[in-house]
């Protein structure tokens, strides 16, 4: 059976691409719109993690807690360069972000439309496009539990922020997004287990479900806010160890609709969880 030329051609040019790669992923055939951590050190108090992702850029990350004292410290290196991204340090009642060698007093009312400006511009940023993957990657891969560690949560946070920014640059018409995923039933399918008639895992941290027939839809009709996520396309489990309801989560929620959104101050370092929380709970989720 003689074999079709377009099949000969196809062949030849899966050689020629495999005797060039000599048998290695090289970086840009990461999966697009991906990461994948390349390196990941820990102490008894800190943990180190390098991400890599397919736009060249890797982000380094610094995770730190001690008693009285957490920090997080995100650098971006591409090419032999590295620098300095985002902070954000948190001890006793100090806090404060760090954004691109500017510092924020995050409790100082008047810098809050400035500190908002600058982290708007650096999540906007076409190097920093990737920064929610890399950080959607540590939640998947290395499981921290946000409501044991601050530095954990404040990655978290930022990563939700940056996946929710690219998700509402991405998506067109608002209206026809809403359409099809409406259509679609555009929920996490990890809301399911948690939620509706029949949930196969139990809530934690205090956390609170709508275990009914109409529990799905009026979790869609709710935004699922209060869920400790971006919103109903992608439930983070690990920030507060579940995909249920949170007082401090929906507290938060609420400091992340105010006047900055999810870009205020009040919404990044996760107030209402971290600090200002209505309970006595030090992680209040």
Same mark, same amino acid.
């Given at each position: 059976m003689k074999i079709p030329s377009f099949v000969l051609n196809l062949l030849c040019l899966l050689l020629v691409q495999a005797e060039h790669s000599g048998g290695q992923t090289p970086h840009s055939e990461i999966k697009p719109n991906s990461c994948e951590i390349s390196s990941s050190t820990s102490t008894e108090h800190s943990k180190d993690v390098t991400v890599k992702c397919v736009s060249g850029w890797d982000f380094i990350v610094h995770l730190e807690d001690r008693e009285g004292m957490s920090l997080l410290q995100v650098k971006g290196q591409k090419d032999g360069a590295e620098e300095e991204l985002i902070?954000?340090?948190?001890?006793?009642a100090d806090m404060s972000i760090g954004i691109q060698g500017e510092t924020f007093d995050v409790l100082d009312g008047d810098t809050a439309e400035s500190e908002s400006k600058a982290l708007s511009?650096?999540?906007?940023?076409?190097?920093?496009?990737?920064?929610?993957?890399?950080? +959607?990657?540590?939640? @998947?891969?290395?499981? !921290?539990?946000?409501?044991r560690s601050h530095s954990a949560m404040f990655l978290y946070r930022l990563g939700i922020a940056a996946t929710s920014l690219k998700k509402q640059d991405s998506a067109g018409d608002k209206d026809d997004t809403l359409?099809?995923?409406?259509?679609?039933?555009?929920?996490d399918?990890?809301?399911?287990?948690?939620?509706?008639?029949?949930?196969?895992?139990?809530?934690?941290?205090n956390g609170?479900?709508?275990a009914t027939s109409d529990?799905? +839809?009026?979790?869609? @009709?709710?935004?699922? !806010?209060g869920t400790c996520g971006p919103s109903c396309w992608e439930c983070w489990a690990w920030v507060c160890g579940d995909c249920c309801h949170h007082t401090g989560c929906l507290r938060?929620?609420?400091f992340c609709g105010g006047p900055m959104g999810k870009l205020g101050s009040d919404c990044v370092t996760m107030r209402g969880v971290l600090w200002d929380t209505v309970t006595d709970t030090p992680y209040d989720c």
């Open positions: 902070s954000v340090e948190h001890s006793g511009n650096l999540l906007m940023e076409k190097d920093f496009s990737h920064f929610g993957a890399a950080v +959607k990657e540590v939640h @998947d891969k290395l499981q !921290l539990p946000g409501w359409r099809l995923q409406k259509r679609f039933w555009g929920l399918k990890e809301y399911r287990d948690y939620h509706g008639p029949s949930p196969s895992k139990s809530c934690v941290q609170s479900n709508y529990g799905l +839809k009026r979790l869609w @009709d709710e935004e699922c !806010l938060h929620d609420n």
